[in-house]
């Protein structure tokens, strides 16, 4: 962690040293163009956070916001009309689809120093989400992770394994009470965490073979299918701010979002609900799914290095911190990426040691190219398997053709 630190000192003087040679040399100021996925409330937070650091490098930032229904779209558009950004935040796995159209700077291979050092400072599970063949073409600008949720005045203790788990579903199942995915219901959000707790992943570690049909995967699909067509998890979709408030659904898994959700849609129950990291599998692994954005350089841009100075800028502790409060304000609740800044966030410790503990187990999608092509069939073996009682493994094995087909195109 001592070395990210120099790193992000040194940079600090190489600000204050750019401004200084601007000023002298009477030089014309950069701008650079940051197109933000998210809200304007946050966009507005990083423009004002871009005030202090044009007054220490007079390097000026422009941040968009764009709305994630269009954002993929318009970044292939941008790309095509040579109109893209110089920076671009984006969901995890975009990265390595849009650098493997040479559109995005390979980050490891550009600053090969700071790049090892920002891999030591956030956790694993992201860290094997940016890297896809020794290229990363983004480093992370937040996360997001899924886990449990509770109430405490009607369940004693979260479940610690998926025995536990069930013996718990069967016993609320007596009173009319059950368990709600609120994010990832019947999709493969929803069941990679079970997948990963059974031993089983979508491809294997060098991301060259397909491996969703392996038993481990199976045991796992059948176990997420079983919470919905034997433990009657609904179908549909219900919110957990009205499960966990009516007490009708007393334990769901969601996002860590739901917490600041949950604290301001159902402020009766108050001290009645609590969060735990999922049950764990027959790894013995609490395995979940973690998410976020990542920030990255698209080729065409002018100002390379000047982008990367801003991306080291928002990734520093110091920064995230503030990033992480404003978020708070605005409802945006995304979770800082550095470790190092989980130490200074003003958060309820148990709620921190959950989250941290959750972070550290975790992983997050497969950094392949064209992974949201891939995910719709798994979804579709998924819903097939819960909504028509088809054959597990039969129905991973049509999965595994068709993302074979992707990873060799």
Same mark, same amino acid.
């Given at each position: 962690?001592?070395?990210?630190?120099?790193?992000? $000192?040194?940079?600090?003087?190489? =600000?204050?040293?750019? &401004?200084?040679?601007? /000023?002298? +040399?009477? #030089?014309?100021?950069? *701008? @650079?163009?940051?197109?933000?996925?998210?809200?304007?409330?946050?966009?507005?937070?990083?423009?004002?956070?871009?005030?202090?650091?044009?007054?220490?490098?007079?390097?000026?930032?422009?941040?968009?916001?764009?709305?994630?229904?269009?954002?993929?779209?318009?970044?292939?558009?941008?790309?095509?009309?040579?109109?893209?950004?110089?920076?671009?935040?984006?969901? $995890?796995?975009?990265?390595?689809? =849009?650098?493997?159209? &040479?559109?995005?700077? /390979?980050? +490891?291979? #550009?600053?090969?120093? *700071? @790049?090892?050092?920002?891999?030591?400072?956030?956790?694993?599970?992201?860290?094997?989400?940016?890297?896809?063949?020794?290229?990363?073409?983004?480093?992370?600008?937040?996360?997001?992770?899924?886990?449990?949720?509770?109430?405490?005045?009607?369940?004693?203790?979260?479940?610690?394994?998926?025995?536990?788990?069930?013996?718990?579903?069967?016993?609320?199942?007596?009173?009319?009470?059950?368990?709600? =995915?609120?994010?990832?219901?019947?999709?493969?959000?929803?069941?990679?965490?079970?997948?990963?707790?059974?031993?089983?992943?979508?491809?294997?570690?060098?991301?060259?073979?397909?491996?969703?049909?392996?038993?481990?995967?199976?045991?796992?699909?059948?176990?997420?299918?079983?919470?919905?067509?034997?433990?009657?998890?609904?179908?549909?979709?219900?919110?957990?701010?009205?499960?966990?408030?009516?007490?009708?659904?007393?334990?769901?898994?969601?996002?860590?979002?739901?917490?600041?959700?949950?604290?301001?849609?159902?402020?009766?129950?108050?001290?009645?609900?609590?969060?735990?990291?999922?049950?764990?599998?027959?790894?013995?692994?609490?395995?979940?799914?973690?998410?976020?954005?990542?920030?990255?350089?698209?080729?065409?841009?002018?100002?390379?290095?000047?982008?990367?100075?801003?991306?080291?800028?928002?990734?520093?502790?110091?920064?995230?911190?503030?990033?992480?409060?404003?978020?708070?304000?605005?409802?945006?609740?995304?979770?800082?990426?550095?470790?190092?800044?989980?130490?200074?966030?003003?958060?309820?410790?148990?709620?921190?040691?959950?989250?941290?503990?959750?972070?550290?187990?975790?992983?997050?999608?497969?950094?392949?190219?064209?992974?949201?092509?891939?995910?719709?069939?798994?979804?579709?073996?998924?819903?097939?398997?819960?909504?028509?009682?088809?054959?597990?493994?039969?129905?991973?094995?049509?999965?595994?053709?068709?993302?074979?087909?992707?990873?060799?195109?």
């Amino acid at each position: 962690m001592r070395k990210i630190l120099v790193l992000f $000192l040194a940079s600090s003087i190489l =600000f204050a040293g750019c &401004g200084k040679k601007a /000023d002298q +040399a009477g #030089a014309k100021e950069v *701008e @650079i163009i940051m197109w933000l996925i998210g809200s304007e409330g946050q966009a507005l937070t990083i423009r004002e956070l871009a005030e202090k650091f044009y007054q220490d490098t007079k390097i000026k930032v422009r941040c968009d916001a764009i709305s994630w229904g269009d954002a993929h779209s318009k970044y292939l558009t941008s790309i095509a009309g040579n109109v893209a950004p110089d920076i671009g935040t984006m969901g $995890l796995t975009w990265g390595a689809e =849009f650098g493997n159209f &040479g559109s995005m700077v /390979d980050l +490891a291979r #550009a600053y090969p120093e *700071e @790049i090892r050092a920002i891999k030591e400072s956030i956790f694993t599970g992201l860290c094997n989400s940016i890297e896809y063949k020794g290229k990363i073409y983004g480093i992370p600008f937040d996360m997001t992770e899924y886990i449990l949720y509770y109430r405490t005045d009607i369940i004693a203790a979260p479940p610690k394994d998926w025995g536990e788990l069930t013996a718990l579903l069967a016993e609320l199942g007596k009173n009319n009470k059950g368990m709600i =995915f609120d994010w990832g219901s019947m999709s493969w959000i929803g069941y990679s965490p079970f997948l990963w707790q059974a031993g089983g992943d979508y491809y294997d570690k060098d991301y060259t073979q397909v491996i969703i049909d392996s038993p481990e995967a199976v045991m796992g699909i059948k176990f997420f299918s079983e919470l919905y067509t034997k433990y009657y998890v609904p179908k549909t979709k219900i919110p957990l701010e009205q499960g966990m408030r009516t007490g009708d659904f007393p334990i769901a898994i969601s996002g860590n979002w739901k917490i600041d959700g949950l604290r301001l849609s159902a402020p009766e129950i108050a001290g009645k609900w609590s969060i735990a990291t999922l049950p764990a599998g027959p790894t013995g692994k609490k395995t979940a799914f973690i998410g976020g954005r990542i920030m990255g350089i698209f080729t065409q841009s002018k100002h390379k290095e000047e982008s990367w100075m801003f991306i080291k800028y928002l990734f520093s502790p110091v920064i995230q911190e503030k990033l992480y409060e404003a978020a708070l304000t605005k409802q945006d609740t995304y979770l800082p990426p550095v470790k190092e800044t989980w130490n200074m966030l003003e958060m309820d410790k148990k709620f921190k040691d959950v989250l941290v503990a959750q972070a550290n187990d975790a992983k997050g999608p497969p950094p392949v190219t064209s992974w949201d092509a891939c995910a719709k069939y798994i979804d579709e073996a998924i819903q097939k398997v819960i909504l028509q009682n088809a054959d597990p493994k039969k129905e991973l094995e049509i999965a595994k053709k068709q993302l074979i087909k992707i990873l060799n195109k």
